[in-house]
């Protein structure tokens, strides 16, 4: 809602004549829902509750509460159910199956970087939630959260792209992926395909949850499978021309200076995809990857210890405080001689 206020000031900043018009008068869409509008490689989209249902496989019922006071009633069972009636309980130290929810949600739901130790309210009414077996609204959940993202990105506070999985299957399903393929413009071969990481036995062990974890052959491996398309998948774009969305990708094209693809791209396997990466990578030769700072290499003992190798500048020479007070007053004497010079002429 604050989006399209903003987009009326505009208006009316642009053209006064406009104040006290409605959106229809403005030339502006009308606002309906919250949604989210931006543009994939010259491709307009909009994204809306409804796609991240449809995406996710869940209706967009159930419960959602947000910005709660810090007085709620269902703080309470928070405590009491989550941290046992203890507040001064650390989040490590709850249950097994509560802190496995919590990762569910600090690294599913609400990715926005940073630990879990420290919850919003909010988010204690979520966590509860799920503790209690109580549905909640996953999609309104998301699509709250991807505004605060978008937010947040366009003050400059964050840069990462949360949902990313979940981006990526309202494209492939919005068929933009294949739009850009029919164009050259990106496939999925020249692109490559990312996986993430994999909650499973091993993930256990780790936050010790149990105690040894033996490995099984139908334990989840990481695929790069893609899913089946839905026939009934809300659209994101809303151009069905092929011939307009040919002249939206040659104009990204030109602005960006993007490459067309041949046909003879090569391709990627699809027995390698590519892994997110946890830690900061490091070539073989130990120097850090490229477009970050190294450290300066430390100084060898022996040479600092050698004066003759350390080079010294010539010292300064100090002034006394009779020479000081010399100096001035000759300088003193050419100022009024110079003014005198002046007067006469």
């Given at each position: 809602?604050?989006?399209?206020k903003?987009e009326?000031?505009?208006v009316?900043?642009r053209d006064?004549s406009?104040?006290?018009?409605?959106k229809?008068?403005m030339?502006?869409?009308?606002?309906r829902?919250?949604e989210?509008r931006?543009?994939?490689m010259?491709?307009?989209?909009?994204i809306t509750?409804?796609?991240?249902?449809?995406?996710?496989?869940?209706?967009?019922?159930?419960r959602?509460?947000?910005?709660?006071?810090?007085?709620?009633?269902l703080?309470e069972?928070?405590k009491?159910?989550?941290?046992n009636?203890?507040?001064?309980?650390?989040?490590?130290?709850?249950?097994?199956?509560?802190?496995?929810l919590?990762?569910?949600?600090?690294?599913?739901?609400?990715q926005?970087?940073?630990?879990?130790?420290?919850?919003?309210?909010?988010h204690?009414?979520?966590?509860?939630?799920?503790v209690?077996y109580d549905?909640?609204?996953?999609?309104?959940?998301?699509?709250h959260?991807?505004?605060?993202?978008v937010?947040e990105?366009?003050?400059g506070k964050?840069?990462?792209?949360?949902?990313?999985r979940?981006?990526s299957?309202i494209?492939?399903?919005?068929?933009?992926?294949?739009?850009?393929?029919r164009?050259?413009?990106?496939?999925?071969?020249?692109?490559?395909t990312v996986?993430?990481k994999?909650?499973?036995g091993?993930?256990?062990?780790n936050m010790?949850?149990?105690?040894?974890f033996?490995?099984n052959?139908?334990d989840?491996?990481?695929?790069?499978?893609q899913?089946?398309?839905?026939r009934d998948?809300?659209?994101?774009?809303k151009?069905?021309?092929?011939?307009?969305?040919?002249?939206l990708?040659?104009?990204?094209v030109k602005?960006?200076?993007?490459?067309?693809?041949?046909?003879?791209t090569?391709?990627?396997?699809?027995?390698?995809p590519?892994?997110?990466?946890?830690?900061?990578?490091?070539y073989?030769?130990?120097?850090?990857?490229?477009?970050?700072?190294?450290?300066?290499?430390?100084?060898?003992?022996?040479?600092?210890?050698?004066p003759?190798?350390?080079?010294?500048?010539?010292?300064?020479?100090?002034r006394?405080k009779?020479?000081s007070?010399?100096i001035?007053?000759?300088?003193?004497?050419?100022?009024?001689t110079?003014?005198k010079?002046?007067?006469d002429?």
């Amino acid at each position: 809602m604050d989006a399209a206020k903003a987009e009326e000031l505009q208006v009316v900043a642009r053209d006064p004549s406009l104040r006290g018009k409605t959106k229809k008068e403005m030339n502006l869409k009308p606002f309906r829902q919250t949604e989210i509008r931006s543009a994939v490689m010259g491709i307009p989209i909009t994204i809306t509750e409804e796609v991240i249902a449809k995406a996710c496989r869940v209706a967009p019922t159930s419960r959602f509460l947000w910005n709660v006071s810090r007085n709620h009633p269902l703080l309470e069972s928070f405590k009491s159910v989550v941290l046992n009636g203890n507040p001064a309980t650390k989040l490590v130290d709850i249950d097994g199956h509560h802190r496995m929810l919590l990762k569910f949600m600090t690294e599913c739901f609400f990715q926005k970087g940073g630990g879990s130790d420290q919850l919003s309210v909010d988010h204690k009414l979520v966590l509860y939630f799920l503790v209690a077996y109580d549905k909640i609204n996953l999609p309104k959940y998301l699509m709250h959260h991807l505004c605060w993202a978008v937010k947040e990105g366009i003050r400059g506070k964050r840069k990462q792209i949360p949902c990313g999985r979940l981006l990526s299957e309202i494209f492939t399903q919005g068929k933009l992926l294949e739009i850009l393929r029919r164009n050259k413009l990106a496939s999925e071969k020249s692109l490559g395909t990312v996986t993430g990481k994999i909650i499973n036995g091993k993930t256990l062990q780790n936050m010790k949850i149990i105690k040894k974890f033996s490995p099984n052959e139908k334990d989840l491996k990481e695929s790069v499978v893609q899913t089946e398309l839905m026939r009934d998948f809300p659209p994101v774009h809303k151009e069905r021309n092929p011939e307009v969305l040919a002249e939206l990708i040659a104009g990204y094209v030109k602005e960006s200076g993007g490459i067309i693809l041949d046909d003879d791209t090569p391709d990627v396997p699809d027995e390698a995809p590519l892994r997110v990466r946890g830690k900061r990578a490091k070539y073989d030769d130990g120097s850090e990857a490229a477009g970050v700072q190294t450290k300066k290499p430390k100084k060898d003992k022996s040479e600092a210890s050698n004066p003759d190798s350390i080079p010294t500048s010539a010292p300064k020479r100090k002034r006394g405080k009779g020479e000081s007070s010399m100096i001035e007053d000759v300088e003193a004497e050419e100022a009024r001689t110079k003014k005198k010079q002046s007067t006469d002429t």
